[in-house]
């Protein structure tokens, strides 16, 4: 009772949020619930991506919020600016594609797929066969009109 009121101000807050900085980006489309998302996560430090599997080890010790993943592979792809990187997979996703925790997953899960402009410029796109995409709100022509 209480993480659901608790989850319910935190959405109307993501709501206004998402409605006052995201003017440039309209988010289109629709979740077609296939599960990659919860299956390629990429964390960082301030060092960068995650590439090296002892560093994850050193953080889920620290932080016990890590072990709710597990590595799920690897980025290789040399065009790629993410290559090297580790991607994770959360332990709650079931082998249909459900959410084991749903009511109460974590607020990056419920703003997901969060429209970050400053993310988008730097080439940041959703994952290959997602159902949303990112489209501007405003064209190029009308700039110029
Ligand atoms: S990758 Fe996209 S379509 Fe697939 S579950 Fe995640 S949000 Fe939905
Ligand atoms: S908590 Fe649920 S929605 Fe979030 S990554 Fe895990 S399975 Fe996906």
């Known amino acids: 009772m209480k ?6 101000f935190e959405d109307i807050i993501l709501e206004i949020k998402n409605k006052l900085f995201s003017s440039k980006y309209v988010l289109k489309g629709k979740c077609k619930r296939c599960g990659r998302c919860c299956r390629n996560i990429l964390f960082s430090t301030k060092e960068g991506y995650i590439k090296d599997e002892n560093i994850f080890k050193d953080m889920q010790k620290k932080y016990r919020y890590y072990k709710n993943f597990r590595i799920s592979g690897k980025i290789e792809n040399k065009q790629d600016f993410q290559n090297g990187a580790l991607t994770f997979e959360c332990k709650f996703i079931s082998k249909n ?8 997953r974590p607020i990056f899960c419920r703003d997901y797929p969060n429209i970050n402009p400053e993310l ?3 080439g940041v796109k959703m994952l290959d066969e997602c159902g949303f995409y990112f489209d501007v709100n405003k064209k190029f022509e009308e700039y110029l009109n």
């Open 3 to 8: 993480n659901n009121l608790k989850n319910f």
């Open 97 to 104: 594609n459900k959410c084991l925790i749903y009511p109460i």
């Open 120 to 122: 988008i410029y730097n």
